[in-house]
């Protein structure tokens, strides 16, 4: 089965400055890379997502880029802020129409510091 | 409109007990997953629903785990039989399913289950 590794497990970062987060998969037949952003005591939220045709995706500060031949993905958050902090995690799946079972990454702990 | 909505918030029970975890997805949904989040294993895939298929129940751990989806809205997660290492928070996510491919899965807030 598919399997993500995701780097670094924690990040601290002053404000202003950028986030990067990597992440590896190990299934070739993976085409949906969605980030989400968990803060305490909540549900993981989607802040960004990517699928296999594409290289780049940005949504203002933050963007992910992703490289097939090497199955390896990553997000960047620029200007960072304090509300950023929180632990991000990648995942992976194939899409298909009976489902998408999505296999994750082992999160970031974000730290922004003011 | 309103998110996928979870309850129990908390649950702690005695462990030997059965539980039952409620999820109700975004309506309209179809498709409806449950994962596991725990401090050794990280986020994982326990099972989902799409329409009327079959579930693919692919990632319970045992068993003593099951679920149902009712009507293809509300699901239960019930855990017969608690074992201590079944303490996790449990997540329920639900996508809508758009021609071939489905698309985002949206997660509720999670149901912290604790067994003593």
């Known amino acids: 089965g598919e399997n993500v590794e995701q780097h670094p497990s924690t990040l601290s970062v002053q404000e202003g400055d950028s986030a990067v987060i990597k992440c590896t998969y190990s299934d070739s037949a993976s085409n949906y890379f969605p980030w989400y952003k968990q803060e305490l005591g909540k549900g993981p939220q989607l802040i960004i997502d990517?699928?296999?045709?594409?290289g780049e995706k940005k949504d203002q500060r933050i963007a992910v880029t992703l490289n097939k031949t090497a199955k390896h993905f990553s997000l960047h958050i620029t200007e960072t802020q304090p509300e950023d902090s929180a632990v991000y995690f990648c995942a992976a799946s194939r899409v298909k129409a009976a489902g998408n079972k999505l296999t994750f990454g082992g999160g970031t702990r974000v730290l922004v510091k003011p | 409109g309103a998110g996928v909505s979870q309850s129990p918030s908390n649950k702690v029970t005695e462990k030997g007990k059965d539980v039952e975890l409620r999820c109700d997805p975004i309506?309209?949904?179809?498709?409806l997953y449950w994962y596991r989040q725990s401090l050794g294993q990280g986020l994982e895939f326990l099972i989902y629903f799409q329409g009327n298929s079959a579930p693919d129940k692919s990632g319970l751990p045992s068993d003593r785990f099951s679920a149902e989806r009712t009507g293809g809205s509300v699901s239960t997660l019930t855990i017969q039989r608690t074992q201590q290492e079944d303490s996790a928070v449990y997540l329920c996510?639900?996508?809508?399913?758009?021609?071939?491919?489905?698309?985002?899965?949206?997660f509720g807030p999670g149901t912290r289950l604790t067994v003593l």
């Open positions: 996510a639900s996508s809508l399913v758009l021609g071939s491919s489905t698309d985002t899965q949206y």
């Open positions: 990517i699928r296999s045709n594409v």
């Open positions: 309506s309209g949904h179809t498709a």
